[in-house]
Structure formats: C-alpha cells, structure tokens
C-alpha cells in the first residue's frame, strides 16, 4: 500500500469551498472543480512525489497481468471527487472506436493539445460512474419525446416552441431529438427562451414533473441568463441522487451535472464534446456523430452487496466500483485481479496488509498493488476502483 496524492482541478463550475473541506486544505478564492486520482497525463496522481505514470512504468505487475493484457501500459481507472456549485456545459463523451478516430484526426491536422478548437485530448472512450457524496442533481440522457411535449404545453409554450415540438411529434427516432436539438443550436436571439423562463416562473412552486421542469429552466436561466441552450437542456431528463447513489452515463450521453459533491469513477480519459451552457468551443458536427439521439429512461444504477461493500453494477470492462462505509470492525477490501485506488471522502481508516499499514484520514487516498489484499477498520466513509477485469 502506498500514499496517493491527486492534483486539484480549476474549472469556473467548481465549488471554492466544498474539495478543500474533504481534502482539510485552505480555500485559495479559486473555483475547485476536481481532484484526480490516477495516471492521466493531463494531471498525474503522485505516490512519495512521483508520477504514477512512471511508477506504473517501473513496476507494471502493480496493474495486475489481466489488466495489462487488456489495456497494455494505459491504467484505464480515473477517479475524481467531483464538486458542482454551478452547472457543468452539456456534453457526451466518445465510445472508444470514436474516440480513436477522432484523436487520429485532430492530431494528423496538427491540433495541440491545448489548442481551443481541439475535442480529443486522448484516444480513449469515456464511460462514467458518478456517486453522490452530498445530494446531487444532474440532467442525463433524452427525455421520452412525448413526455418532453407535453410538459411545454403544461408551461403553455408549445405552439411559440415549434422548433423542438413539432420534430418531437411529427418525427420518429434519432432524427426527432437531433433536429430539435440542431434547431435550438442554431437560433439566433433569445426570444424563445425569455418566452419559457417568463412562463416557468408561474408553475414553478408545484409539486410533479411540470413544477420540476420549471425549476429546472430558471435554474439554469439563473447561470446562463435567456442563453438558447437551455432549452436544448430541457429536453433531458433530471435525477436527483440521494447520498450513495450512483448513475452510470455510458458513453454519447447527453449530460450535464448541476450541484452536488459526488465521486466520479471513470475510463481514464479527458475527452469531452460540449452542447450548450457553455462559452468554450463546440464542435457541431462531431457532436451530431457522438451524440445518441435516443430517448433514455434514468434511474440509480443498481448495486449489490460485496462482503458489506455496496459495488456498482457497471457494465464496462474499464472500471468497477465499491463504496463501503466502516463502523470498526475489521473488513477485508473488495479487489478485482487489477491495482485498487482507496480513497476516504470521510472519517478515518485503518489499512492493513501482511506487509504494510496505512492510515486514511479525510480526503486521502491509497494505491493498493494488485495482489495485496488489504483489511480496513474505522469510521470512515471509502470509495474503491480498480480495473473491471
């Protein structure tokens, strides 16, 4: 077992407060976004200050041999503690065969890296696990189209918003939400959406889906006033999320996350496609290639228990992930045949192993080698990942 340091991520969404609380550092008055946990090279986790990187270069039989023979030298986990005080720019994240072809494109161009019309910072796809450390609110894949239609004209907007609900009536499938969507893009003033932030403001005391949709518009209004991409937003579903509970975000999902701390477990990648509630580039056309323009039903993803860790029933061979939470007895650590991050969003943890002992405090982190198997005790709230291999 081994310390692991992450690197603070600075986006203007984040939280000032709510990372350096967990992390029991000073606020600087900058936004704090993200803390990474893993071996991207846009922001490397150190162990003793060095890369992780280089460590899993030194010594690749850390990662475990099946986690090598899938991925090669590439650790495919990312872990993220994850603090929203505004609204994260709707996006979708490419599956891997897009991701490849992309990067290859962007980069036969001559694209940098931190070029701002550039989209493909790696050739990795970008499934995601987000699990809620306070109450979390998030807008996630197309809302069924009837249902999307029928609550603007509960809003009483539905004649003046023809552009989103005749496609989404008269059309079938994809082409439904991706011209809807292309539509609200395209517009020009802000007409449209005054129009819906003015008739919001009337329902939004109700209870059900109609007072819910209302609060939603001027929310987002409140950040990104009478901008034409919060109507594009209205077309998703919103969750809420309690606590411990997750949702999965396969890849080309439309989404945007609102408020809330949570802990992102993720393909190790940085690739992101922005469709609105954003001033940074958006790249049109190869949204309209990632995008799923498919109506989706949201729920928390299921879970099962692991020996009294609750795992996340994730589909994806990149990652799988456990959240346990120690009342001191002493509990072996659930593992994969891969390297495990540990990381504590609360209390403090006591890990051992035959060779080493560990002590997690709030806001700190563990590399666990594969083939260390590890007991915890405490009063402490941990997050695991590793490889789902």
């Not at 986990?77 to 929203?84: C, N, P």
């Not at 907007?157 to 539509?183: C, E, H, Y």
């Not at 323009?293 to 990149?318: C, H, I, K, N």
Request: hydrophobic share 40%; proline share 8%.
């Amino acid at each position: 077992m081994l310390p692991l340091v992450g690197q603070i991520r600075h986006y203007a969404w984040g939280s000032p407060t709510a990372i350096p609380d967990i992390l029991g550092t000073d606020p600087t008055g900058e936004p704090q976004a993200e803390y990474w946990l893993g071996s991207h090279p846009t922001a490397p986790s150190t162990v003793n200050g060095q890369p992780l990187p280089e460590l899993f270069d030194a010594h690749p039989e850390w990662a475990g041999r099946r986690c090598l023979k899938m991925f090669g030298r590439h650790f495919p986990v990312l872990m993220k503690l994850l603090a929203a005080a505004k609204p994260l720019s709707l996006q979708a994240h490419p599956n891997r065969e897009q991701a490849e072809d992309g990067f290859a494109r962007e980069t036969a161009a001559g694209l940098a890296l931190d070029a701002p019309n550039r989209t493909y910072q790696d050739d990795w796809p970008k499934p995601e696990l987000l699990v809620a450390v306070t109450g979390f609110d998030c807008l996630c894949g197309f809302r069924d189209p009837a249902v999307t239609v029928d609550l603007f004209r509960q809003l009483g907007v539905a004649d003046d918003l023809d552009l989103i609900t005749k496609p989404l009536s008269q059309r079938k499938g994809s082409a439904a939400f991706a011209q809807a969507f292309l539509d609200v893009l395209s517009l020009e003033d802000d007409q449209l959406v005054s129009l819906t932030v003015a008739a919001a403001q009337t329902r939004a005391d109700e209870t059900g889906p109609v007072g819910e949709f209302a609060r939603t518009a001027l929310e987002l209004n409140t950040f990104f006033p009478h901008h034409p991409s919060i109507l594009a937003a209205l077309l998703l579903n919103r969750l809420h999320l309690e606590p411990g509970q997750g949702v999965y975000l396969p890849p080309r999902t439309l989404h945007s996350y609102l408020h809330g701390v949570g802990v992102e477990v993720m393909a190790s990648s940085d690739n992101v496609l922005r469709g609105g509630l954003t001033t940074k580039h958006i790249d049109v056309d190869e949204l309209i290639q990632v995008v799923a323009f498919e109506p989706m039903a949201v729920a928390p993803v299921e879970q099962r228990d692991d020996d009294g860790f609750s795992r996340y029933l994730t589909p994806t061979p990149e990652f799988i992930a456990w959240r346990g939470e120690l009342s001191h007895t002493r509990v072996t650590l659930p593992a994969t045949k891969a390297c495990r991050f540990v990381f504590a969003t609360d209390g403090e943890a006591e890990l051992r192993s035959d060779s080493s002992r560990l002590d997690l405090g709030t806001g700190q982190a563990a590399l666990i080698p594969y083939g260390e198997e590890v007991t915890a005790s405490g009063s402490a709230t941990l997050f695991i990942s590793a490889p789902g291999v």
